[in-house]
C-alpha cells in the first residue's frame, strides 16, 4: 500500500487502527466455535482438532496486537498464516464429506458449522494481511465497501447473461419456432457476449471512464510469448493440482457444460469455438479489466488479484453445483487458483489479450478431448 493509500485510511489513529485486530478476533473466535461443536460432538476427523488449534493461534495473535503485546508486522502474519491453516484443514474435511451440520432450532435449517468456520477463516486471512499493512478501520471499510460493489456487478454480469438469452431467442422462436439444444447453445454463447459486454460497457459509463480504461495493445511477439507461457502454466497447474487430489482422495464436481457435452457430443462444434471467441475474452474483459483492474483502487495489487479471483469463483458456484458439496467445494477451489494465475498474467501483462486468450484456449483445450 503506497504512503498516500496510508495517509487517506488514517492509519495514525490509534483508535481506528485497532478496529482491524478486532474484527479479526471476532472472525477468529467464531472460527473456533464453529469448529469446537462438532469436535466435540463425536465428529472424528483430526483434521478438526488440528484447525481448531489454529483458529485459536489466530485468536491469540489478534488479541495480542489489539493490546500492543505483539507489533502489527509480526502479528499480522501469524493470524494471516494460521487462519489459511484452517481454511485448507476445514476444507479438506469438507471434501471428505464431514459438514459438522446442526439445525436451527424454531427453523430447522440444516447449517454446516465447517462451511461457516472455512469461510470466516478466508476472512480472517485477509483480516490479518489488512493488519500487517497497516490498513485502519476505515480503510477496511473502503475496501469491503469496493469489493461488495464488484460482487455485486458480477452477479449483474450473470443476470444479464439470462436477459439476453432470452432476447435473443425471441427472433429465433418467431421464424423457426422452439430452439433446438443446438440452437439454444448458439444463443446461449451469444448471450454470454452481449450480456457480459452490456454490463462492462455499462459500468464504464456509470463511473465516468472512457474505452481508454480497456488494457487492449496490438498483438506482438512478447505477447505470443505470454499467451504459449500462460496456456502451459494453466494447465500444468490444473494437472498438477487435479493429481494431488486425486492423491488425498478428493472428487471434483464436473461443469454442467461438460455434462451437457457428454450427452450431445454435437454441442462441441459450438462450445469449442465459443471458448476462444466468446468465454475467454467477455469473461476477462469484465472479471480481469473491470472488476480487478477497479480493484486496483483500494488494494495492492496482489490483494487485488486474490479479491478478483475470490469474486470470480463465488459467481460460477451454480455452474460446478453438479454434485456434493465436497465436491462442489473442491471444483471451485481449483478454479480459484486457475484464476489467480489469469489474474496475475493480467497484471503482469497490462494487457487484455493476453488472458483472454489463455483463459479462452485452456476452456477449448479442456474440451477438445471430448470432440475425438
Not at 478438526?48 to 485459536?56: E, F, N, P
Not at 501469524?78 to 489459511?84: E, K, P, R
Request: proline share 4%; net charge negative; glycine share 10%.
Amino acid at each position: 500500500m503506497s504512503d498516500t493509500a496510508r495517509a487517506v485510511d488514517g492509519d495514525g489513529d490509534p483508535l481506528s487502527s485497532a478496529v482491524v485486530p478486532t474484527v479479526g478476533t471476532v472472525l477468529s473466535v467464531i472460527t473456533v466455535a464453529a469448529l469446537l461443536v462438532p469436535a466435540r460432538h463425536g465428529v472424528e476427523e483430526p483434521a478438526l482438532w488440528i484447525a481448531a488449534a489454529g483458529a485459536l493461534l489466530t485468536t491469540g495473535a489478534f488479541l495480542t496486537r489489539r493490546h500492543g503485546i505483539l507489533e502489527r508486522r509480526v502479528a499480522g502474519p501469524i493470524a494471516a498464516g494460521s487462519s489459511l491453516l484452517v481454511v485448507l484443514l476445514s476444507g479438506y474435511a469438507i471434501t471428505q464429506g464431514v459438514l459438522g451440520s446442526i439445525v436451527v432450532p424454531g427453523l430447522e435449517w440444516s447449517v454446516s458449522l465447517l462451511f461457516c468456520a472455512f469461510f470466516v477463516a478466508a476472512g480472517s486471512v485477509g483480516i490479518g494481511v489488512a493488519d500487517h499493512a497497516g490498513v485502519s478501520g476505515s480503510g477496511l471499510k473502503r475496501r469491503l465497501g469496493l469489493t461488495g460493489e464488484m460482487l455485486v456487478l458480477a452477479f449483474i454480469g450473470l443476470f444479464a447473461i439470462s436477459i439476453a438469452a432470452i432476447l435473443l431467442s425471441v427472433p429465433v422462436q418467431l421464424l423457426a419456432g422452439e430452439p433446438t439444444e443446438f440452437q439454444w447453445t448458439v444463443i446461449e454463447y451469444l448471450a454470454f457476449a452481449v450480456g457480459l459486454g452490456a454490463v462492462a460497457a455499462g459500468y464504464l459509463a456509470f463511473r465516468e471512464r472512457d474505452l481508454s480504461f480497456l488494457d487492449l495493445e496490438r498483438p506482438t511477439l512478447r505477447t505470443v510469448g505470454w499467451v504459449v507461457g500462460g496456456l502451459l502454466l494453466i494447465l500444468g497447474a490444473n494437472l498438477g493440482i487435479s493429481a494431488l487430489m486425486t492423491a488425498a482422495g478428493i472428487e471434483a464436481s464436473e461443469h454442467t457444460t461438460t455434462q451437457q457435452a457428454a450427452e450431445n457430443p454435437d454441442l462441441l462444434l459450438v462450445i469449442i469455438p465459443a471458448m476462444v471467441l466468446f468465454v475467454g475474452p467477455f469473461e476477462e474483459l469484465l472479471y480481469r479489466n473491470i472488476i480487478q483492474k477497479s480493484l486496483y483502487e483500494r488494494f495492492s495489487r496482489p490483494g487485488a488479484v486474490v479479491v478478483a479471483s475470490a469474486v470470480f469463483t463465488l459467481v460460477h458456484i451454480s455452474a460446478y453445483a453438479t454434485a456434493g458439496a465436497g465436491r462442489i467445494l473442491a471444483s471451485l477451489s481449483l478454479l480459484f487458483v486457475l484464476s489467480l494465475i489469469l489474474g496475475t498474467i493480467y497484471e503482469r501483462t497490462e494487457n487484455l489479450l493476453v488472458p483472454a486468450l489463455v483463459h479462452g484456449c485452456y476452456n477449448a483445450a479442456i474440451f477438445l478431448p471430448m470432440y475425438f
